[in-house]
Structures are given as C-alpha cells and as structure tokens.
C-alpha cells in the first residue's frame, strides 16, 4: 500500500507539473506580445514593465517557468491586473460558495441516486428499473446548464418557490440555504442519474456473488441481506467515483453560478475572462485543477486501500 | 476463394438483422434514430426549411409571443426564433462533425503508438493524456478562450485538444489487448513488419470500437458548443447557435420564457436522441465496451 501511495502521489504531482507547464505555456503559443495578452488591453506601461520585472519574460522558458512554478509553490498565484489584489486571496474568497454547491449537490444525488440503483437492481426489469434506466440517461445527457436555466424558469419565475439569484443574505442561514436549492438542483441531477446506473450495475454482480448466495441459504431475510451485505459492497464503485465528480461538478458550478447570479469560482473566472483578466483566470484554472487532481487521487487511494486488487493496476 | 464469398454476405446480412432487430424491440433506440434524422435532416436541409431569414431584423415585431407567423416567438432584435433554432442546429452538428472526426484521427494516431510503441513512449503520452483531462473541460475552455478570444474556432480547438486523450486511451487499451494475441505472434514469426502489424491488423480491430466511442461523444460536443455560446464565448453574432438562442433568452426569462424553451428543447432533444442511439449502437456491435465508457 506504502509504494502504491507514493507512485500514485508522484503520478499525481507530474499530472499537475504537467498541466500547470501547459497552461503557463499557452501564453506565449499564442501569437503576439505575452504581455500585452496576459495584461489585457488596458495595460499600462507601468504595469507591462512591472509584470515583465516579475516573470522575467526576457529570460528562457524553462527560467521563466521554474519561476513561475517556485511562486505557485509559495501560494503566490499573481496579482489581480485591475485591484492587484493577490489571486489566491480572491480565488479563496469564493471558495466556500462553490465548495457548498457542490457539496449540497453531491449530497442530494447520492441520497437519491443511490437506493434508486439498489431498489431497480433488486427489482429487476420491474417497471421501477425501466424507469429508472431512462431517468439515468436522460439526465446523464441533458446538459447542465439548460436544466438550471429551466429550473430558474419553472420553480423561480413561474412558480415562485424559490430565489432566483444571489447567494442570500449574509447570516441568515435559512435564506442561504433557499438559495442553494436550485443551483445544486441543476449541479447534481446529472449526478443522480450517474449514481443510480453504477449502483445498480455493481448491486447486480454482488448479487450474484458466493457470499451472498451462501446468507440466502442461511435463510437470512432479503432485506437484511440486501442492506447489510450488498449494499455495502455495491456502493465502494461509486464512492471511488466521487473524486471524477467533483470534477464534474466544478464545470457544472461555472454554469450553475452564472445562470443563478452566485459568487463562486466559477463566476470569478468567466468575469475575469470577460474583461481578459488573465492572471486570475489562469491562478483560478490551476487552483481548480489541482482540486480536481487531488480528488481524483484521495479517491483512487480510497478505493486501494478498500480494494487491494486495484492496487497492482498503476 | 469461394468459401470467401459464401462467408462474407452471411456475416454481413446478420450484423445488419441483429442492428433492425435490436432497434424494433428496443423502443429508445427507435425513438432515437428518428430524433437523429429529423436533427440531421433539418440541419441539412435548413436553407430549404426556415420560414424566414433568420438573421433579418424587424425591430418592431421585437420580443413577439409564438403565433401561426413566428412559430416560437421573436427574439429582442424581431428574429424568427423557429428560423433560427433550425439553423442552429448547423452549428451544432459542423462542430461535432469536424472536431470529433480530427481528435478522433489524431487519437487513433497517438493510442496505437502508446499501445505499440516503447514503455517509455507509452507512459510519456498516457501521462501527457492524464494532464490534459485533469483541467475541468469548461475551465480549460475559459483559459484558452481568454487567449485568443471567442470564436468557433475556438470551441473547435478546445473541443479537439480535450478529447484526443479520451479517444487515445480507448485506443491504447486495444492495441494492448491484441498484440498480446496468438496470431500477432504468429505474423511476427512470419517475418511480418510493424507497419504490416499496425495496418493490416491492429487498424480494423481498433476502428470498431473509436468509431462507437466517437459516435457517443455527439452529444458531448454539441453540449460544449451551446455552453461555450451561452456563456458569450462561442459563436459570434449574429450567427445562430442554441447556446447564442439561450443566451439572448436569460436575458428576458422574466417576460419571454419562449426564447429560453426554444432554445433548451432542441438540446434536450439532440442529447438524448444521439445517446439513445448510440448506447443502442455499441449494445449491439460492441457490448464490451459498456464497461469501459
């Protein structure tokens, strides 16, 4: 388990040196002045010459990327080109809006996809399961943003259930739940389906597994086969799946926090890229990228510690 | 010589009979094969179908509710939303047609050579691979689009850059699974060359299963062009996209809900009829690969 945790990390580290080199070397893939493209068009000289002074632009490459990643390293992800406020401070300050989206919406999705999976594997090919099978595709496939631009529709303007836009007001705990509704609505149904159909699938080969035939013949009741057997068994896929998700939920939280009106990283980076802000929209991709990196690697490690079967797979 | 020509149809006419069997009895598949033929045909055939000019202007028929005249309503510049729903689907399908087809030649390009080539070879492109789709598909997006700013172009790019590992890893795994196979050994001892291995067997073998996988990815694409739009960072105006449709509609949800339907539905509908299909698709040429997608 030890070697298996340190290759994975190391994996993991080169996917992000990788990614980070790539994103840093964009800016000078693309033809024109770097300085003028990551500054924007409303760069003063002053401010050309001082970005110039803190990348070292003139310098090679590699130079300028060993620095640039030495500055990462220290939490130093640039400065704002407008409030040159510190990056990293701005990207933390939103952190918590998109944290809770997705964490409400991962919560939601689990609390129904998963016995939804469970009930139709147990109830096979009943009128549950279809049913279930075609609600996993469809929401699998609609996109997310069209869901959250119906819901708003439906439930906010229509309706009038719920909020339609902001976070809700500071401190007061009710409204800002309200105001998660919707937007965690459209972040997770995708989710729901995604869970359901994976469950399902895994519920069915434990089902047919040794162990569980051998408590049938003990003649334990189903339910309890069912619940304290199978279950357990049939959820590790899923569980080993929720660092991908995160992932997922992080595109989906752009379009959730635009379409809701929410502060989140998600809005921070399309308002940056709207007035071409590149520093925080790089910092931010990177911030998020090493989220998504380090979810997706708890999970494998996760799901290696349960399973050692996967361990050798690397 | 003979025994070819008796073997050949035969195989053909059951493939096709196990296809039109599998797709009566299943109703999905059916109901998406006619999504996808009236999507394409309309795309196709659009000049022919729109009832207006979907980029004509008529400031004071502006923000109109649907009638017999403007099917879906008109959009705040007095646009046929109909029209340009129907043209919109142009986009859409141009998109995925030539992103899909170029990530999916140079996936097939770079997979063999990872499931072909040295260790070394193999582990540089799977971890070349692994970073790019370790950025979240908008955010890298929003990077590039920030760049070099908005533009189809764009979307195709990104889309093309983004996908290239996802189909390079199927094809890895199954230039993998069959070079470990007897008759691979057998070619070898016979002399064979790579360039003979690599064409004449691991190609028909490993272009089933990117061309299912590719198939899949319809929907996929068509998603990232109409998120990308509606975001403002896609398709320029006046050009008509579903993601441009939905974009002008959040503007005016509150009074014109039409434009923010009209623009939705036929997302909905283009999803869900290419991945019924397809899943219909790999469940009857392919089942094994059910467990990999």
């Not at chain 2, 000049?47 to 705040?76: C, F, M, W």
């Not at chain 2, 950025?135 to 890298?140: G, H, R, S, Y």
Request: hydrophobic fraction near 50%; charge should be positive; charged fraction near 15%.
């Amino acid at each position: 388990m030890l070697y298996y945790l340190i290759k994975r990390l190391g994996v993991a580290a080169i996917t992000v040196v990788i990614a980070v080199s790539l994103l840093y070397g964009m800016i000078h893939a693309v033809p024109g002045d770097p300085l003028s493209i990551v500054l924007g068009p409303r760069a003063t000289p002053e401010m050309k010459a001082a970005l110039n002074e803190r990348l070292g632009l003139d310098k090679p490459f590699v130079i300028q990327l060993g620095r640039f990643f030495l500055n990462v390293t220290q939490g130093d992800l640039g400065t704002d080109v407008f409030s040159e406020r510190e990056v990293s401070e701005i990207f933390f300050s939103q952190l918590p809006y998109t944290a809770s989206l997705v964490f409400f919406a991962i919560g939601w999705s689990a609390l129904l996809g998963i016995p939804l999976g469970c009930y139709s594997a147990v109830k096979r090919n009943s009128f549950i399961d279809k049913l279930t099978g075609v609600f996993s595709v469809g929401t699998i496939t609609i996109p997310s943003f069209v869901v959250a631009l119906y819901s708003l529709l439906i439930f906010a303007v229509w309706l009038k259930w719920l909020p339609a836009i902001g976070a809700g007001k500071e401190g007061d705990l009710w409204d800002q739940l309200a105001h998660l509704v919707l937007p965690a609505f459209a972040v997770g149904l995708g989710w729901v389906g995604y869970l359901a159909r994976l469950v399902r699938a895994s519920m069915l080969e434990v089902l047919g597994e040794n162990h569980i035939r051998t408590a049938r013949a003990f003649g334990l009741p189903e339910r309890k086969i069912i619940l304290t057997y199978a279950l357990r068994l049939a959820v590790l896929p899923a569980v080993a799946l929720l660092g991908v998700g995160i992932g997922y939920m992080l595109s989906g939280a752009v379009f959730a926090e635009i379409v809701f009106a929410r502060p989140g990283v998600g809005k921070l980076i399309y308002d940056s890229v709207i007035t071409r802000n590149y520093p925080v929209v790089m910092g931010s991709v990177i911030m998020t990228t090493i989220i998504f990196v380090l979810s997706t690697t708890i999970a494998d490690l996760v799901s290696a510690f349960l399973d050692p079967r996967i361990r050798e797979n690397l | 010589m003979t025994e070819n020509t008796l073997e050949k149809p035969k195989k053909d006419t059951s493939v096709f009979a196990t296809l039109v069997n599998h797709m009566l009895k299943d109703r999905l598949a059916m109901i998406g094969l006619i999504l996808v033929v009236i999507i394409t045909g309309s795309a196709i055939f659009a000049p022919y179908i729109v009832p207006h000019n979907p980029n004509k202007l008529n400031v004071r028929h502006r923000l109109k509710a649907p009638s017999s005249e403007h099917l879906l309503g008109t959009d705040q510049l007095g646009r046929d939303v109909f029209s340009r729903v129907i043209i919109g689907s142009r986009v859409a399908l141009q998109v995925a047609l030539v992103s899909i087809s170029v990530a999916g030649s140079i996936g097939l390009v770079l997979g063999m050579l990872a499931g072909f080539g040295t260790k070394w070879l193999d582990s540089f492109l799977i971890i070349l691979f692994d970073s790019i789709r370790s950025f979240p598909t908008i955010m890298f997006a929003l990077a590039v689009v920030t760049l070099v700013g908005p533009s189809l172009n764009t979307v195709i790019l990104v889309v093309i850059v983004t996908s290239i590992p996802v189909y390079g890893r199927i094809v890895r795994t199954q230039t993998q699974a069959i070079i470990h196979n007897d008759f691979i050994m057998a070619e070898k001892a016979m002399g064979a060359g790579k360039v003979r291995i690599i064409l004449v067997h691991i190609l028909p073998n490993v272009i089933g299963p990117l061309l299912i996988i590719a198939s899949m990815d319809i929907p996929v694409v068509v998603t990232i062009e109409a998120g990308l739009s509606f975001l403002g960072l896609g398709v320029r105006p006046p050009t008509a996209s579903w993601g441009t449709i939905l974009n002008d509609g959040y503007a005016f949800i509150r009074n014109t809900p039409w434009l923010v339907i009209a623009g939705g539905a036929p997302l909905i509908l283009t999803t869900l009829g290419f991945t019924f299909l397809g899943e219909a698709l790999r469940d009857v040429f392919d089942p094994k690969l059910r467990r990999e997608v």
